[in-house]
């Protein structure tokens, strides 16, 4: 029952009864109440939440919240007591991955810190990057075309 609170991290639970040593059978007790059914009884429980909240348990999403509640809940009910502390943390999010050329649509993978795009994208010509050892990393990679108001495209590897 306690594995779902393991492997999820999604809420730190302590012994209701905060005795001066720790219980050194707890440990067994979850052992002995860890099984693959029960382990797949949450997994079909977190499905049902996400299916409820448009697919998703992201974090920020109601289906995050509804899976930390389901969490704690299980905890509670096992006798812990149980916080849900708040913490920052940063995320970039990526609305579409992908350029159309020439009418095909292509996938592509930001690197970190890219800038995002205006709304709705930008539409503008392209013009290729030279391809060496390290397309894209220097000025040379640049140099002989005019890049003013296009697409650079640079193949990585």
């Given at each position: 029952?306690?594995?779902?609170?393991?492997?999820?991290?999604?809420?730190?639970?302590?012994?209701?009864?905060?005795?001066p040593?720790?219980d050194?059978?707890?440990?067994?007790?979850?052992v002995?109440?860890?099984?693959?059914e029960?382990?797949?009884r949450?997994?079909?429980?977190?499905?049902?939440i996400?299916?409820?909240?448009?697919?998703?348990?992201?974090?920020?999403t109601?289906?995050?919240d509804?899976?930390v509640?389901?969490?704690?809940?299980?905890?509670?009910?096992?006798?812990f007591?149980?916080?849900?502390?708040?913490?920052n943390?940063e995320?970039?999010v990526y609305?579409?991955?992908?350029?159309?050329?020439?009418?095909?649509?292509?996938?592509?993978?930001?690197?970190a810190?890219?800038?995002?795009?205006?709304?709705?994208g930008?539409?503008?010509?392209?013009?290729?990057?030279?391809?060496?050892?390290?397309p894209?990393?220097?000025?040379?990679?640049?140099?002989?075309?005019?890049?003013?108001?296009?697409?650079?495209?640079?193949?990585?590897?």
């Amino acid at each position: 029952m306690l594995l779902a609170a393991t492997a999820t991290g999604l809420a730190l639970a302590v012994p209701a009864s905060a005795a001066p040593a720790p219980d050194t059978n707890l440990a067994s007790k979850l052992v002995k109440s860890v099984s693959g059914e029960n382990a797949h009884r949450h997994q079909r429980a977190f499905q049902r939440i996400a299916d409820a909240n448009g697919g998703t348990r992201a974090a920020d999403t109601p289906g995050y919240d509804a899976s930390v509640e389901y969490v704690a809940g299980k905890l509670r009910g096992a006798g812990f007591q149980v916080s849900t502390p708040s913490f920052n943390y940063e995320a970039t999010v990526y609305d579409a991955e992908r350029i159309t050329a020439a009418g095909v649509n292509y996938r592509l993978w930001m690197m970190a810190y890219s800038p995002q795009t205006p709304v709705g994208g930008i539409t503008a010509p392209t013009a290729a990057a030279r391809e060496d050892a390290d397309p894209g990393c220097t000025a040379d990679d640049f140099a002989g075309s005019d890049f003013t108001g296009k697409v650079a495209l640079v193949r990585r590897g």
